[in-house]
């Protein structure tokens, strides 16, 4: 049992009307009673959870939580005020695609103190939407937006970029942002194997953009969302100030979560649990323990650390045991300017943010 530490809750709703061809979130499709059996389930799993923390964020995510019925998100909010202290600020996030989202849906999350809507719009081009097996077209993406404006303030957006033909995504964001989008989250499209976009993209049905392209709209996004006063504050995440997600940032910063749901993982007191990921499993309660080794925890603060703004202390990672200026890579990066050192913390060059997994793994422990 944990005292006195503040934590953050993560809930997976694992079902999606259908499934985008590029996805390989753990979501599927299910009827109501695959549903209701579902969120039983989980409500039971919330509810055994015993602490004394109190929540500072919560995010429910998946999949597609607006596809979940009133009654069973109201389930699942009872169950956590049953369960945790939330605090009055507490920055609640739900998920939603243009499909699903409702007035009385909207009405409801307000209710139940939900304060935050990330929206999956992806692209604003109806022959995209249409190519990556969305169910929704730019004029029901905008309409979705208008509608969660007037009941929430804190909208962010997710956006792919990469996708086949989709050029100067950053005329997306204006159009976004003029509708008072807070946050933008513009993913590098991955092709994922086992996907249909994967069979498309071998078969040469499908051309996501080249890397000189991929770079240049990352480059025009990046510069268009800084002149209008969006922070970048890790790799994909641009937000005005005060709209960054406190939720995020809280994993990027190794403080104490716990998910609930099949897939979901938890870090508690430096211990990762993470759910099995098919249903049979997860109804069977299995679950996967890493204690984590100082190797581990070293990889991670630099992968995290380096692609957000926190940026990597370097005494942490010598009480790590590890030394990055006996790196010689780490000397030629800093020469190079690709990295900075500060007060005893090193940063990325954003320049160089499309090149981190490159140069991150040039910085690991042996
Ligand atoms: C769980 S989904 C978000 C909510 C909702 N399911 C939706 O799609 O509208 C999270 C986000 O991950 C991104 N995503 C999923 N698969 C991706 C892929 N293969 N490459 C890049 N981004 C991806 C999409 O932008 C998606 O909105
Ligand atoms: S991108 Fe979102 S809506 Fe599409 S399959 Fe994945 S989780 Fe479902």
Known sequence: MMMNKELSIYIHIPFCERKCIYCAFVSFCADKNSQDKYVDFLVKEIKSFKTNSRVKTIYIGGGTPSVLSEENLIKIFEALSSSFNINSNAEITIEAN???????????????????????????????????????????????????????????????????????????????????????????????????????????????????????????????????????????????????????????????????????????????????????????????????????????RLFLGLRCFSGVDLKILQALGFDLRENDYYKKFLHDGILKEKEGKVYFNKNYYLVSDYIISHLLPD
């Open 98 to 300: 243009p499909n699903s989202l409702s007035e009385n849906k909207l009405v409801l999350y307000k209710k139940l103190g939900i304060n935050r809507l990330s929206i999956g719009i992806q692209s604003l081009n109806d022959d995209t939407l249409k190519k990556i097996g969305r169910h929704h077209s730019r004029e029901d993406g905008i309409n979705s937006i208008k509608l969660a404006n007037s009941y929430f303030d804190n909208i962010s957006i997710d956006l792919i970029l990469g996708l086949e033909g989709e050029k100067n995504i950053y005329k997306y964001a204006e159009t976004l942002i003029d509708l008072g989008v807070k946050h933008i989250s513009a993913y590098m499209l991955e092709v994922h194997e086992n996907t249909p976009l994967n069979n498309q993209v071998e078969s040469h049905k499908f051309i996501p953009l080249n890397e000189d392209e991929v770079t240049s709209e990352y480059e025009k996004l990046v510069k268009f969302l800084d002149k209008k006063g969006f922070n970048q504050y890790e790799i994909s995440n641009f937000a005005l100030k005060g709209y960054e997600s406190k939720h995020n940032i809280n994993y990027w910063t190794f403080d104490d979560y716990v998910g609930f749901g099949i897939s979901a993982h938890s870090f508690l007191n430096g211990i990762r649990i993470a759910n099995a990921s098919t249903l049979e499993d997860y109804y069977n309660g299995v679950k996967l323990k890493d204690e984590n080794t100082d190797k581990t925890e070293i990889e991670e």
